[in-house]
Each structure stands twice: as C-alpha cells, then as structure tokens.
C-alpha cells in the first residue's frame, strides 16, 4: 500500500495523556504522535480507554493531566468548537444526525463548523456540502430526512460531515461497527479516500481485517495503557496485544 509520508512531520503529539474518572484511571499516562498524511489505528478490548482518549483531543472531556499539542499548539483547555476550528475533527460511536434535518442540511452544518472561514456562510456552507455528498457517495440521498437512513448511510453520513469540516486530522470511532462484510469494505475505501485529501487519521476499529489493510501504524489499549504500537503485522503479532485482545480474532487473521 502507497504511504505518502511527508518528511514524517508530526501533526499532533500527546504526552503522559491521563484521564480519572474517581477512583478508575480510564487513559493512563499515554503518550503518541499522529504524522501528516498518516493513518494511525487504534486497538484494544472495551472499556481500554480508546474513546476517552478521542473525547481528551476533541475537548470534550479535561484531561486529568498530560499535553495534547497539535501543529506546535497545545489544545489542553480548548472547547470542542475551537479544537474543530483548528482543524481536528471527530465522528461519534453513537452516530447522532441532527434529527428533522437532511442529509444535505447536516453535511453543511458540519462545513460551517470546521476549519474554513469560507464556508461559514450559509450558501458556500451548502455549495461545499454538495461536493462532499457526492464524494461520499451519499448523492442519491442527499435530501432524505438523515434519521431515516441504514445504518451503513447513517455511518457514511458521520464521515462526510467531518470531511465537511475541511481537517487536518479525522479521528473515526468505530465507523464500521455494524456494518456488513461489503460495507466494510466500502468504508474502508472511503476513509482511504479521504487520507488521499491530505487529512491524518486515527481511527478506533473492532475489523482487524480492516484495520491491519489500511493503517500505517497500530497503538493498543489495555485497562487505559499503551501496551503496543507500531507496523500492523508487528503488533497484530505481539503476544502481549494476543493475550489482552486479539485472542480468536488472531486465529481468523492468520488463516
Ligand atoms: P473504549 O472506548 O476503549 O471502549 P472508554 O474510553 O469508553 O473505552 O472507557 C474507558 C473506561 O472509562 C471504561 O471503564 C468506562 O466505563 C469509563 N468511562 C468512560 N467515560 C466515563 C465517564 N464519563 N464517567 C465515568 N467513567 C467513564
Ligand atoms: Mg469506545
């Protein structure tokens, strides 16, 4: 697979990253590097840390302690609305479209929200959604009501209002799950797509399938630590990474 590195510049660094929620450490003291043009996977079993890490980034939670520095800024404190301004953009878990609105409608709502100052007018917002719609291939759906769309389009749908938002960086929280086997690979062909954009992505994902084909790095969770990290085959083949998560899942890669 064609990785176009530039220079290995880093986009966005986190150090000691650590989140407590009470008496539970959810993010312990991790620390990692996200280049330019690079797409960096993130493993590890439920309730390893994996989305409180993203919400850290994105402003949506504090931080307990740590530095998230992004293009030689640090973020920590920032709300989520200046993060995605900046130009870090994030999809939920749980997708939520705005409800009574259409898929065109979201889409817009999402350029108005992100990094160019163009779009925040109401016609260029709506002429940059257009674009963003057929490159999602969300075209035919375009002014359907978006709570009334599959799963696979309510997914494809998250994707294209943050690509919307004009990033520099994506972080993608299990956009697959739920989808069948040809979707997946649909998915994965769009956020490859989207790398080709020049945007940086991590991306948390359960298909390992997917995620040892198209990340040009994996780091793991485990009970809120880095237990992992480097090429796909290296840590999809790292006992420490087969023991905490893979287990069967690591038979089915190695058939
Ligand atoms: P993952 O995304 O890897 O499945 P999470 O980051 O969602 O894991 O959760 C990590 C741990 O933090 C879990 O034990 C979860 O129950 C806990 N947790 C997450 N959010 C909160 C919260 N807002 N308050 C208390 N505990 C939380
Ligand atoms: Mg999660």
């Known amino acids: 697979m064609t990785n176009k590195m530039d220079n290995n510049k880093t986009l966005l660094r986190c150090s ?22 690079e797409i960096l996977g993130l493993i590890g079993p439920n309730g390893s840390g994996k989305t409180t890490l993203v919400n850290m980034i994105s402003g949506n939670i504090k931080p307990t302690g740590g530095d998230i520095v992004f293009k030689g800024r640090q ?13 870090i953009a994030r999809t939920y878990q749980i997708v939520k479209p705005f409800p009574g609105m259409t898929v065109l409608e979201n889409v ?3 350029a108005m929200n992100g990094k160019s100052e163009k779009n925040r007018s109401v016609k ?4 940059a959604a257009e674009e963003i719609i057929e490159f999602t291939g969300l075209i035919k759906y375009k002014n359907y ?7 696979a389009s ?3 749908l998250e994707m294209a209002k943050v690509v919307a938002m004009d990033p520099d960086i994506i972080f993608f929280d299990e956009v697959m799950a739920g989808l069948n086997h040809n979707e997946i690979d649909k998915a994965t062909e769009m956020i490859q797509k989207i790398r080709e954009k020049g945007i940086s992505i991590l991306i948390i994902e359960h298909v390992m399938r997917a995620i040892r084909l198209i990340s040009d790095r994996i780091f793991v969770l485990h009970h809120g630590s880095k ?15 087969i023991s905490a998560y893979l287990g069967k899942r690591y038979k089915q890669l190695v058939k």
């Open 16 to 37: 000691g990253l650590t989140k407590k929620f009470g008496g539970l450490t959810a993010v312990d003291n991790v620390s990692f590097e996200l280049k330019k043009d």
């Open 75 to 87: 973020l920590r404190g920032l709300k989520p609305y200046r993060i995605g301004r900046l130009g």
């Open 108 to 110: 817009a709502v999402g």
């Open 124 to 127: 260029d917002a709506f002429t």
């Open 145 to 151: 009501m978006a709570d009334s769309l599959s799963i």
């Open 154 to 156: 309510r997914k494809r």
């Open 227 to 241: 237990i992992s990290q480097g090429p796909p085959d290296d840590v999809l083949n790292d006992k420490k990474v």
